[in-house]
Each structure stands twice: as structure tokens, then as C-alpha cells.
């Protein structure tokens, strides 16, 4: 179908969108990499120099970077966790036969369409507000003491505000999973007389299984970059600074953009290796 | 397909997931039901759920004091113009990917995608440094560009799905009865991509009006959109709650309407095609 002229032409075609993306790639990219391995402060003297791998070593060894790399995998870990086992079971239950189902798969999916600040500043005054926030009351109610969650128990709230904004997105991709679940083969399995936990273990969850690796390399790609949702609630504060967060604090709050540019590096280099096992999977189903 | 249920579980479904549902759904209700209170109100305690006097105050007070229409303003100009921008550049290149593809096709999509995953972080400070050097911080015309690039992959991608569901035969008969390229693309394709197009428009719409990194980090006062706009929250002096909640339904009201539509589009849209 294809002849020589269509294929000239459809290169033209492609052209400016792969152009651009191409720019937008690697323009940024090779500037970040050359800024790593500059002494660059804009505001204390600029351009001092080229320094080798020491902005490399500094970032790793500064006293920050461990906290932030802990605070980073309970932020994903948590997350993932709660958003892939609520998600399975809100997608099955979502999947029973109920009145109004459309209107109750719309209150799950709302939180998705919030935006992060709102989201973080709803949570952060009108929930977790020790003094007039919800939580504050109904620990109240039952007579204990109103808990400080974003300076107490900053990185739990956070995967809290996190997890509630994801949950719907972590369901709606399981349930369009579930649906596509050939019901002739439950059925026979429950005529066969297994009972309910086990459909789940030896059907439903095999079944799922390609939808929960999807969630999760995405869903993960996303959490390491989270910011606005810490950016408005603690700033950093409290044990709660992420990778991308510290080096945000880096490049743009202690203009060392050097030490940045070499942390960022690091988060390129991590968001890559996730990327990686994603590609593979979505490739794979180009090929079908 | 049809499993015969007894009504009695039904019910018990429909009382559990309407629960868990308005469990999940509460902080919006809370949201847009505190917009209604006084500020006194939005803080009582113990907290008043519905029986209290309901007033529009709170939504004026916000347009009055912090120029609300012009936030708002700016957000449909970036959201919709990096949209429309991503989507014109778009439609060729998806376009030739699904109709005639070539040994590369395959890998130029992947590639196209792994540019989605670069972190934004990673590439802040040469993105500030043009932004400086090209006067575009906290201009309407600089996040535009860079809305439509983080953009872009997914909705090459989507429309590449969208239009690889054309049937060819379709395109060669036509061709038989004589059209031209352009009766084609005009006549044939088009009308049967519209529905596509419409759904890549809306997604992504949603998605560059959510979108939090960089509207916070390249817009000061007078490009900043709704999302740097409610963040300026953060850090509030007196009573505010039921003014942040106007706000914050303004901002997300129209979005929740629209997301409510793109539910089908947010799978296709965010797993690329991996989950039908």
C-alpha cells in the first residue's frame, strides 16, 4: 500500500513532532550534564569551574541524601501498596451487579481529576488541621488527643493525600482489567465448586496480573516525581524531602546548581530504569 | 454474561459500594459544602454537616480580592492552547505512524514515550536558565510550550491508537472510486477520526490544567495559573477555610465535569494501549 512517495511524505509528516521531542530531550539533558560536573552557583560567584564527579560524590554523601532516599520509597512504597490492594478490591466490588454502579464509579474516579494543589491543601487544613481540621475532631470526639499529622507523622499523611488522589487510577485501569475476564471461566469454576477466595487466588489475580505490573511502573514513575502535594503541605519539613524534592531545594532554592544538576542525574538515571521495564511491556503489545 | 444474582446480595453490593464511594467522594462533598458556610461556620465545633445558612459570600469575596478571573483566565489559555498546539504538531505524525508504518514506526512511538518519563526535576534548571535567557518566566506563551512537550507523547500516542482502528480497506476504496489525497484525508479520514481527536483533546486538557511542577516553578504573578493560584493558600492569615474552599471548587468544578466524560480515555490515554 505504501509507495515511495507516501513514505517521503509521511516522514515529512513525522517530522516536527519528533524534531521538538527531540529538543525538548535533549537539550535540557546535555545542559544538566554539563552543569554536573561544573562548581556553578549563580548567586556566589557563578561559573567556578569544572570539578570532576565531586558534585557526584557530594550529593550522595551530603547528610540529606539518605533521609530523602528513605522518605522517597516509603512515599512510592506506601502508595503503591495501598493503591494496588484497595484498587483490586474496589475493582472486583465495582464489578458486582449493583444499582447506580455508573454513578458510584464516578465518586471513586473524582479524586483523579483534583489537582495536586488543591487536593494537598484540602487534606492539609480541612482533615489534618490539629485544631479545626476533621481528624482533629473526631479524635476529639472519642476523647483522645488531635494529632499534628504533617509535622508528626509527615510522611504517613503524605501517602495518605498521595494514595487517595492515585487510588482511582490504580481501580479504573483494574476494572477495565476485570471486565475483559472471560466470565464462562469463573462460572465454571464456581459450578465447580471453588469457593470465592480461591476464584480470586487461582483466576482473577493471575489475570490481573499484567494490569498490576502496569500500575505500579507507571503509578511509580509518577510518585518519584511528586511535588506540589509536598511543596504546599510540610515544604520539605519533617523527614518528609524526597529525592526530587531535595534536589528541587538544591537547583532553585540554594541556587548550587551544580550539586543539583548531578542529583538530577541520579533521578534520570532511576526514572530510566523504571521506564525500562515499562517500555518492554507496552512493546510487547505493539507487536499484537 | 448475565450471572443470576439474588437480589439480596445486590443490595448488599449497592449498600457497600455506595459507601466506600462517598467514602472516597467526602473530601470534595466537604470541599464544596464548606464553599457554602460562613468562615465562623466552616470552623464550628462540633463541624455542621448540611443544616446551616447557606451563602454565596465566600465566592465573591474571592473574585473581589484576588482576581479570580484572571487565574482562571490563564488557566484555559495554557491548559487549552499547549492542547490544541500538541494536537495540531500531533495528527501528522500519528497519522503516518498508523497508516504507513515503517520498520522504525515502532520504535519512534517508544521512544516518544520515553521521553514522558524523564523527570521534570531532572531538567529544571536548564528549562529555568532559557526560560531566562528567552524572557518566557512567567509568560502564558513559555508554558504553553512546555505543556504541549510533556504532552506530546501521549497524545501522538492516543491518536496513534485512535487512528490504527480506521479499517485501510476503507482508504482503498475510496481511492478506487478516484479521491484524491486530500478528498481522503478530508472526506474519508477526518470524519472518522473526530471522535478520537475529541477524546485526546479532552484528556489531555485535563491533564496540562492539573499539571503542578511546572506552573508552580516558571509563573510568579502574572501568568500563574489556578493550580499556583491555590497554592498561594498555603500560607494564609485569618480565617480562610470556607474562602479556600470557593476557590478550590472553582478551580476543580469544571474539570470534575469534564473528567467524568474521559473516563474510557484516562486508561487508553495513561497505559498506552497496555490495558484494553
Known amino acids: 500500500m505504501a509507495t515511495q512517495h507516501s513514505r517521503s511524505a509521511a516522514r515529512l509528516m513525522m517530522g516536527p513532532a519528533v524534531v521538538l521531542l527531540l529538543g525538548w530531550m535533549l537539550v535540557p539533558l546535555l545542559m544538566t550534564l554539563y552543569f554536573s560536573f561544573k562548581s556553578y552557583l549563580p548567586l556566589r560567584g557563578g561559573d567556578l569551574g569544572w570539578i570532576g564527579f565531586d558534585n557526584y560524590v557530594r550529593f550522595v554523601t551530603s547528610s540529606a541524601f539518605w533521609p530523602s532516599v528513605s522518605a522517597t520509597l516509603i512515599i512510592v512504597g506506601g502508595v503503591l501498596l495501598i493503591t494496588v490492594v484497595l484498587g483490586v478490591l474496589l475493582a472486583i466490588l465495582l464489578d458486582q451487579p449493583m444499582w447506580g454502579q455508573g454513578i458510584v464509579r464516578i465518586l471513586v474516579i473524582a479524586p483523579f481529576f483534583v489537582m495536586p494543589t488543591v487536593s494537598a491543601l484540602v487534606w492539609k487544613n480541612m482533615f489534618m488541621d490539629p485544631v479545626n481540621g476533621l481528624f482533629a475532631h473526631l479524635w476529639k470526639f472519642f476523647g483522645a488527643q488531635p494529632v499534628e499529622w504533617l509535622s508528626d507523622a509527615s510522611l504517613f499523611s503524605i501517602v495518605l493525600i498521595v494514595s487517595w488522589q492515585w487510588l482511582p487510577f490504580a481501580t479504573l485501569i483494574l476494572l477495565t482489567a476485570i471486565q475483559s475476564l472471560d466470565s464462562e471461566q469463573l462460572e465454571a469454576a464456581e459450578m465447580d465448586g471453588a469457593p470465592p477466595p480461591k476464584r480470586f487466588v487461582f483466576i482473577i489475580l493471575p489475570h490481573l496480573g499484567r494490569a498490576i505490573t502496569i500500575v505500579v511502573l507507571i503509578q511509580t514513575i509518577f510518585l518519584l516525581s511528586i511535588f506540589a502535594e509536598i511543596f504546599v503541605t510540610t515544604g520539605g519539613a519533617f523527614g518528609s524531602r524526597t529525592l526530587t524534592y531535595l534536589i528541587f531545594q538544591r537547583v532553585l532554592e540554594s541556587q548550587n546548581v551544580g550539586l543539583g544538576s548531578a542529583g538530577g542525574v541520579y533521578a534520570i538515571i532511576l526514572a530510566n530504569i523504571v521506564a525500562l521495564f515499562l517500555m518492554r511491556i507496552v512493546g510487547k503489545n505493539l507487536d499484537a | ?276
Open chain 2, 1 to 276: 454474561m448475565a450471572r443470576a444474582v439474588t437480589t439480596n446480595r445486590k443490595v448488599i453490593n449497592t449498600a457497600f459500594a455506595w459507601g466506600i464511594g462517598l467514602l472516597i467522594f467526602f473530601p470534595i462533598l466537604w470541599t464544596i459544602l464548606t464553599s457554602f458556610k460562613t468562615e465562623a461556620t466552616a470552623i464550628a465545633d462540633p463541624p455542621v454537616f448540611l443544616f446551616f445558612d447557606w451563602t454565596l459570600e465566600n465566592y465573591q469575596v474571592v473574585q473581589e480580592r484576588s482576581n479570580y478571573a484572571r487565574f482562571l483566565w490563564n488557566s484555559v489559555i495554557i491548559a487549552g492552547g499547549s492542547t490544541v498546539l500538541g494536537i495540531i504538531i500531533a495528527i501528522p505524525a500519528a497519522w503516518s505512524m498508523a497508516f504507513v508504518p515503517s520498520r522504525r514506526t515502532k520504535d519512534i512511538l517508544l521512544w516518544m514515550l520515553s521521553t514522558k518519563m524523564l523527570p521534570a526535576v531532572g531538567v529544571l534548571y536548564p528549562i529555568y536558565l532559557i526560560f531566562i535567557e528567552l524572557g518566557l518566566l512567567d509568560t502564558r506563551i513559555g508554558l504553553v510550550i512546555v505543556l504541549m512537550l510533556i504532552n506530546l507523547p501521549i497524545i501522538v500516542w492516543m491518536l496513534y491508537t485512535y487512528f490504527r482502528e480506521i479499517p485501510g480497506e476503507i482508504l482503498e476504496a475510496s481511492r478506487m472510486d478516484g479521491a484524491s489525497l486530500r478528498d481522503e484525508i478530508l472526506y474519508v479520514l477526518t470524519p472518522m477520526a473526530v471522535p478520537g481527536i475529541a477524546s485526546t483533546l479532552l484528556l489531555n486538557f485535563i491533564l496540562a490544567w492539573n499539571e503542578a511542577f511546572w506552573t508552580l516553578n516558571l509563573t510568579a504573578a502574572k501568568a500563574a495559573p489556578l493550580t499556583a493560584f491555590i497554592a498561594s493558600y498555603s500560607s494564609p492569615e485569618g480565617l480562610f477555610y470556607a474562602k479556600l474552599s470557593a476557590a478550590s471548587t472553582m478551580a476543580i468544578a469544571p474539570i470534575l465535569i469534564l473528567g467524568w466524560f474521559s473516563q474510557k480515555q484516562l486508561v487508553r490515554g495513561l497505559t498506552f494501549g497496555a490495558v484494553k
